[in-house]
């Protein structure tokens, strides 16, 4: 009889700030019994034996952070690799188009994508009122166990 096969994934995660996206990045990684990793310790040329890749970072000014940018920019080319975009950030959806464009020209495939609100002490959120105290919290996890859960499918 076979043993079904697990899906081998990785998370490359940058959160800095408040860890908001770290936590989320965890409790990815549990869903998907994935390696959780920074992009400094990725080893790229193993990036093809994994079935699933998860981007994820903090957003700063509207981006993911430079960080995982410039890993992104100066990844070989990756043809048919499944992947997903995550973050958390002070308010709405993470901006996600332009890494979803470098990714593709990697030959990427962009599976899914996953945001929630994070923490800000960033002076203007406070006159703003999006500081987003709390957050994430015990629903964004659920919401971020399920999201990994359905890229198993």
């Known amino acids: 009889m076979n043993q079904p096969r697990i899906m081998k994934t990785l998370i490359i995660c940058v959160s800095i700030y408040q860890a908001n ?25 193993t990036l093809k034996d994994y079935d699933l890749i998860g981007f994820g970072s903090g957003i700063y000014w509207s981006r993911f952070y430079k ?5 992104i920019k100066k990844l070989p080319a990756l043809p048919d690799s499944r992947v997903f975009l995550f973050g958390t950030c ?15 020209k990697k030959g990427c ?41 359905s890229l198993k499918e």
């Open 90 to 104: 002070g308010h709405g959806e993470i901006p996600s188009r332009p890494i979803e464009k470098l990714l593709q």
């Open 109 to 149: 495939t962009v599976v899914g994508k996953f945001s929630c609100l994070g923490y800000n002490t960033f002076f203007l959120s406070r006159f703003l009122g999006r500081t987003n105290r709390g957050r994430p919290d015990t629903t964004d996890f659920k919401r971020a166990r399920e999201f990994a859960e």
């Open 67 to 71: 960080r995982l940018r410039n890993f």
């Open 21 to 45: 996206t770290h936590k989320i990045a965890k409790v990815m990684a549990e869903a998907l019994n994935a390696t959780l990793l920074e992009p400094e310790d990725v080893e790229v040329n």
